[in-house]
């Protein structure tokens, strides 16, 4: 039988994947054995090696979020999953979900929690500031919300969220504290028991320094005492924590088909986690402060402001830095691009407005650091510098 199209000639060529030094806004660049846990033979999804594998994901992401949650896995999909498997198990049609916006994450949460039916209410600061614990319990005591949503790490605009005393707060106004931490957890002490916060979820390919694929997440006695009583359905299947849960063992009964896990990405995951643990938290937290430290200390030298002028609203992960009147902040990426380092460029509100310097999990070292405000200085010269006939001098 003759096919009806022939095979595209692309794919008779090798795969080429050049090194880069990826200082974006992620993913970040993994170590040596994560990427080679993500070759290692496959297994299928409920052999008794590969549960205990999952097993060994699940006490490591308890260990990362500071957690004793036993309804705590790794959902297959990058961190929007995470966003969505927690709104969509959360959220009952006309329930009012509170959202945090100061950049494009409180934006992306408000679209998902529109979509499930959800009355979104939100509270807003401009790009580069964070919420009080005033400006939340005004919001609060306004919209009487059953869900609050803020991001830890809003990396959008550089902006590290306080999270303590914000879950007892929402605990006091029978809210349920949802928080992202996407772009923070491993770089930011995060403290999800002692913090009292409801739902967290982070993804795999910033601090921990995995390939994109994997979203960890963790449900509090609170949040599963509300999917416990949900008088309607989840409305995702594949995001359904019921199921999730028995398929990660987090229940007493026998595991169940659920879907099949990304082998690979969850051997990944396993070694990116081990790394974490190995390291240590408290020393995680202050390799990436000391990075984030010397990243700003080198932009001044260079006249460059972060976004963020409150010092204690600056993320550690990654740093918006200001595009100076008249410089041209695309030819400034394209030219560190040429250089094999990724520097970004704003999102949404922030686009056009700012750089994004990630120093994220392998990427937070003095070398590193030094690396990219190297290639940032050399880029804004190149970008900056009289044009000729001939092209730039
Ligand atoms: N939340 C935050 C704070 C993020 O920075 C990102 C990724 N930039 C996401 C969610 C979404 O993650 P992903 O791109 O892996 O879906």
Redesign the pocket.
Known sequence: MAVDYQPPQCLSRPIEVPSKLLMG??PSNAAENVLKAGSLPLLGHLHTEFTQIMDDVKQGIQYAFQTTNTLTLAISG???AG?EAALCNLIERNDVVLIGINGI?GERAADMANRQGADVQTVTKVAGENFSLADIEAALLQHKPAVLFL?Q???STGVVQPIEGFGALCTKHNCLLLV?T??SLGGEPFYMDRWQVDVVYT?S?KVLGAP?GTAPISFGPRAVAKIAGRKTPISSFYFDMNWLGNYWGCDSQPRKYHHTAPISSIYALREALALLANEGLENSWNRHRQSRDRLISGLAKLNLKPLASEPAARLTCITAIQVPDGVDWKSVTTHAMSMRVEIAGGLGPTAGRIWRVGLMGQNATDERVDRVLEVLAESIKSATAPVTVMGRL
Request: hydrophobic residues 35%; aromatic residues 6%.
């Open positions: 806004a992620g990058t961190g929007h966003m994450w991001a790490g809003e990396s992202d996407v772009a993804g390919q994109p």
